[in-house]
Every structure is written in C-alpha cells, then in structure tokens.
Nanobody
Framework: VQLVESGGGLVQPGGSLKLSCAAS????????MSWYRQALGKERELVAV???????TYGDSVKGRFTASRDDAKHTGYLQINSLKPEDTAVYYC??????????????????WGQGTEVTVSS
C-alpha cells in the first residue's frame, strides 16, 4: 500500500489549494484519514481527521478554513485549504488507517503515511 500526496505549491496569502492523498495497493477498506503538517523547526501538527462516516475534526488553527473530504471509490482523500496565511507554510502529510489484503483472503490493518507535499504561502 502506498499513499501519495499532491497539490501543494506556492500561493499568495488569502489563496486556496486543494491537496490530494491517493492510496494504492491491495486495499480492502480505508478507515480514518488524517492530515498533518510540519513547519520548519516545529513539531508535526494534526490539522484534520475524517472518519469512514465522513465525520471531520480540525485543529483550532485551521477551523473554518480547511475542509477534509474523501472519495472511497477512488481511495483518495482531499484537504481543501482556503484563506491561506503565511503561518500555514509547511509540509503537509496524509496518514491513513488502511485494511489491506495480505495473501488471498487475510487482511491486516496498519497506519500508512505519504511522502508529504509542500505548501508555501508568500507574497
């Protein structure tokens, strides 16, 4: 199983981006999907979580500006980020709790991480 993020880039303050997190492999089911970010010199921060029933929770610093969603048919999660601020500059990572096939019928559940996509907010 692999997770690949995309959609990062350079954007001006007040702008928007939509990040994607695509899972591939022998996937049976994706449970929770989470988005984190890590700014230079800072600890990794949880910004959003979306469960299988589309329940979302957000970090206080992004509430009202970030929206997590998912398309289970595509095994893809999304993070819409609006009203970007310079302090949103960070590498954004997705993590997913995935039930994957091992062998013919057996499954195993693990947390997987993507490689990150960089978001830079600057004028």
């Amino acid at each position: 199983v692999q997770l690949v993020e995309s959609g990062g880039g350079l954007v001006q303050p007040g702008g928007s981006l939509k990040l994607s997190c695509a899972a591939s492999g022998r996937i049976f089911r994706i449970n929770r999907m989470s988005w984190y970010r890590q700014a230079l010199g800072k600890e990794r921060e949880l910004v959003a979580v979306i469960t299988r029933d589309d329940t979302t929770t957000y970090g206080d610093s992004v509430k009202g500006r970030f929206t997590a969603s998912r398309d289970d048919a595509k095994h893809t999660g999304y993070l819409q980020i609006n009203s970007l601020k310079p302090e949103d500059t960070a590498v954004y990572y997705c993590s997913a709790n995935i039930v994957a096939f091992v062998g013919v019928i057996n499954t195993d559940t693990m947390d997987y991480w993507g490689q990150g996509t960089e978001v830079t907010v600057s004028s």
